[in-house]
């Protein structure tokens, strides 16, 4: 059968879209080592001859490297920064070269816990080390070198996205140019590390965890990571946001688990969310890379961390969202004054938002208010 | 061997400090039967042959009929509002007969979910009843009865004792005298509601929990109900206060649990504030009990809420605390206004306090300053 080439037909990409590239042996900052290391990741624009005009994205806890563009056969969802990256956007494929790539310890495709160990041929689970925010950092660091990138117009990211926009900062001062952190600071509260931990003693309290081993099982935690999941949920929503978007209304889906006197709208809400991560996560990254979330100190390594923020070069903005819980807006903006004190060229700006954390994912146009400026200017 | 009258002695107590009583069989409002209801109680200082000297104190989630005395072999722990009741105190057993008594659903002498159910002689489990709040002031109530008393001087508490306050004037509008919910209102928000079927679920996502069908088998979903624990201490601490007392200090106890690249001090009290309540809390209690405290809505079975607030004749002092995240200060505060806009002598008063909701049980000077005069003008 040959194809109709009239029939709504499009060209073959030109390239796909999801890259992979080895970056070789590595060494964890705080141990350990991981033999091969793979980056997934996607690009969008070209890169200038001067290898100068690209942007970093870093995503989110659960994202991936599809920040824009449609599903596909790699990406089951459409870009989760769609309203921020393309052609005249924000951040304008046209003119950038724009690069986003899943994190190590990750598992859309980066070498993660989930990958086989070449020593033993068996998946590291549990074995694969205590991966850094910093290492992350350096592991993008070695991709966007291999692409041919001499220096990042901007690094943008929200949460441990915006962690390593931070980092990376601190940690390649000469080839960044602009940095923006959204939804992160420094450290995160003992608040943050408490929900966060929560969630990693349900997913290793669940017998289907198996001490991190349960590849091949057929079987994952999988009620442990939906609880794990809920509480994450609870950390990127506000109060008001809940009250305005939930209320006490009871639940308008039908029940995912036994019912204890009815259910309200938000528990089904963290139900649903819950279940959905176990479809696209793996239980292990999640305990890998909310470690990394906790144990970020942009001051680790440093005498102090006014030492590491007087290391950055380029221009820094801090955007807190005034809701925030798990990186409240007052921590934020601390953040960009111990950053300013420190001989850093910071600045903070804050979204006005119900929707919390998250708002770095809902908030367009305030998003794009903040950073348009920032970046294009 | 004659013990030495001389060596310290003292008389044996009149009474034993646990009692019980059976109020018979029980009708809870949202459906089913419970065939026999005892209720645990404890009394201090004497009834007036009035019968209207007495004052009713009500438990947090976790505690019990034991507000107030040492320890003994009834209860492990000193009084939970020692500092609050006793000869002399705001709560003053040489002029009050105060009762206290463990809530129908609870696990510490009264009739609840790992009881007998004569009917099966086997624990009722997941077959008892669901309870309400109002279901749990009504067994107060023919407690009260037996008791002798006519008329509550007053009702006070904290947190699910305080919606039990709330209700008892509601419910019971000519018995109460005085009324005193301390982080309590009307109704909890969407975010309690969320984290409370965060610590259910892990209960209930606990292969030992069997469908809630334990008893007897020498184990017991601890592990799930850890996580409940630790999700509710959550709640009842504050952000700033969380940073005074813990920051990101690094666990000065030993692990309970596998580590993950280090643990912070946060962490290591959530495990431990967690292993300490299974060892001596139900967990299908615990699902009841939250449960419970979810669905309180003051206006549930009359019009509205206003309609509810109309019918209290007691004076009412909501107490707020400023950091309190499960019941927020404005919320409780509103509570207040609204009892009053339907005309309730109601009144607010705030507790400044980093402690979040658990301050009802440690910033004893704060609470004293405003129960005081409220209770014995």
Request: aromatic share 10%; glycine share 12%.
């Amino acid at each position: 059968m040959t194809p109709d080439p009239g029939a709504g037909a499009r060209s073959a990409p030109a390239r796909p879209d999801k890259l992979y590239h080895r970056i070789g042996p590595f060494e964890p900052e705080l141990g350990g080592h991981i033999h091969e290391v793979t980056l997934a990741y996607e690009t969008w624009g070209e890169l200038d001859p001067s290898g100068e005009n690209a942007v970093l994205v870093v995503h989110a806890l659960t994202g991936d490297s599809h920040c824009a563009g449609g599903r596909s056969e790699a990406y089951r969802r459409g870009g989760w920064w769609d309203a921020m990256v393309g052609p005249g956007r924000t951040i304008d494929t046209d003119r950038d070269f724009v690069v986003c790539s899943n994190v190590l310890g990750g598992c859309s495709g980066s070498t993660g816990p989930a990958s086989l160990d070449p020593e033993t041929e068996a998946p590291y689970g549990r074995r694969f080390p205590i991966v850094t925010i910093r290492d992350m950092v350096r592991a993008q660091k070695r991709l966007l070198d291999a692409l041919g990138v001499r220096k990042l117009r901007a690094v943008i990211g929200g949460s441990i996205g915006g962690q390593q926009a931070l980092e990376w900062a601190v940690e390649f001062p000469g080839f960044v140019e602009r940095c923006a952190p959204i939804a992160a600071n420094g450290a995160l509260g003992p608040m943050g590390l408490g929900m966060s931990e929560i969630g990693r003693r349900a997913v290793m309290a669940d017998p289907d965890w198996r001490g991190g081993d349960y590849y091949g099982t057929g079987r994952a935690p999988d009620k442990g990571l939906a609880i794990a999941r809920m509480a994450g949920m609870m950390t990127y929503q506000s109060a008001p946001g809940q009250w305005e978007r939930f209320g006490r209304r009871p639940a308008s889906r039908p029940a995912l688990y036994e019912e204890l006197g009815g259910r309200f709208e938000i528990e089904s809400y963290l139900h649903y969310q819950g279940q959905d991560l176990t479809g696209r996560f793996d239980a292990n990254s999640y305990l890998y890379l909310t470690r990394a979330m906790d144990l970020y100190d942009v001051g680790a390594g440093y005498e102090s961390q006014r030492e590491a923020y007087s290391r950055i070069e380029a221009d820094v903005l801090f955007v807190g969202i005034s809701s925030d819980w798990l990186f409240p807006a007052a921590e934020v903006r601390a953040a960009a004054e111990d950053a300013r004190r420190a001989g850093a060229n910071a600045r903070y700006e804050e979204i006005e938002s119900l929707a919390g954390h998250d708002s770095f994912l809902k908030d367009w146009d305030q998003l794009r208010a903040v950073v348009e400026p920032f970046l294009n200017d």
